[in-house]
């Protein structure tokens, strides 16, 4: 993975460079790295703030050999390397919010986001998106996510070298990936499990026809979100928002 490494200064998104690279034909495991974003993007349309070369913006495109189905699993193993490659440089409590977002201290420093053309029973090719906040300072994200973002530097109170952490990011991806296509999802359960923002405690479920609150209990082998809820009844989540 990685072999074909495409950087540019400024794009609109590296999901959309990706996303045109895959149609042209672009090899499994190409990656598009970006120093900025005019338009990143986040899961539900979101913009994703990526204007300045102070973060990791990159697009991974794949070509599993699986069902669609499967392709959440991959948010949920991509965010659980993430933390193995952070684990190599700092020892920072990193914590996986179900399904895509890595906090440190109760605030987001970095979002996954997940997209596919597909088949009804195959994946032509996905695009993994990861972006990172790594040397903003707290005044650098606007005002109405301040309070609730931050970055490694932030954290760590030091400046990260970003070609140092790209590539260990790399390494670590095609590990993760290689064992997660030989040994499935039962590979990273535990792991993600291990690192779970919120597990026992009691959150906010909201989906679009009801929101309820429920208590954090794992996932399930294909990925799902296990929550208990009040009248002790344990459901599983494919989408929703988790809230507290
Ligand atoms: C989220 O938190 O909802 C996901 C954020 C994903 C951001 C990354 S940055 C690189 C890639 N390009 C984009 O436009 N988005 C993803």
Same mark, same amino acid.
């Given at each position: 993975l990685g072999q074909s490494l495409v950087f540019k +200064?400024?794009? +609109? /998104?590296t999901q959309n460079i990706a996303h045109q690279l895959a149609r042209e034909g672009a090899v499994n495991g190409t990656t598009i790295i970006a120093n900025k974003q005019l338009h990143g993007r986040g899961r539900l349309n979101r913009e994703w703030v990526s !204007? !300045? +070369?102070d973060g990791i913006w990159m697009s991974m495109i794949l070509r599993p050999e #699986?069902?669609?189905? !499967?392709?959440s699993q991959m948010t949920l193993f991509t965010a659980t390397s993430v933390v193995d490659t952070l684990a190599k440089f700092a020892n920072i409590p990193v914590k996986i919010k179900w399904p895509n977002d890595l906090f440190i201290n109760d605030k987001k420093f970095c979002g996954i986001l997940t997209e596919m053309q597909a088949e009804l029973d195959h994946i032509e090719y996905m695009v993994i998106g990861i972006g990172i906040n790594v040397?903003?300072?707290? #005044? /650098?994200?606007?005002e109405e996510i301040r309070q609730k973002s931050t970055s490694l530097a932030i954290e760590t109170q030091e400046k990260w070298d970003r070609r140092v952490l790209i590539q260990q990011l790399l390494v670590d991806f095609e590990t993760t990936y290689r064992e997660f296509l030989t040994q499935g999802f039962s590979y990273v359960k535990d792991k993600w499990t291990n690192n779970a923002?919120?597990?026992?405690e009691k959150v906010l479920v909201n989906m679009p026809k009801k929101s309820f609150e429920a208590t954090i209990e794992g996932i399930t082998d294909d990925g799902a979100l296990l929550v208990r809820t009040i009248d002790n009844n344990i459901e599983k989540i494919y989408s929703a928002e988790i809230h507290w």
């Open positions: +200064d400024e794009v +609109d /998104s !204007h !300045h +070369d #699986m069902a669609p189905c !499967h392709a040397n903003q300072e707290s #005044m /650098s994200f606007p923002y919120k597990l026992g």
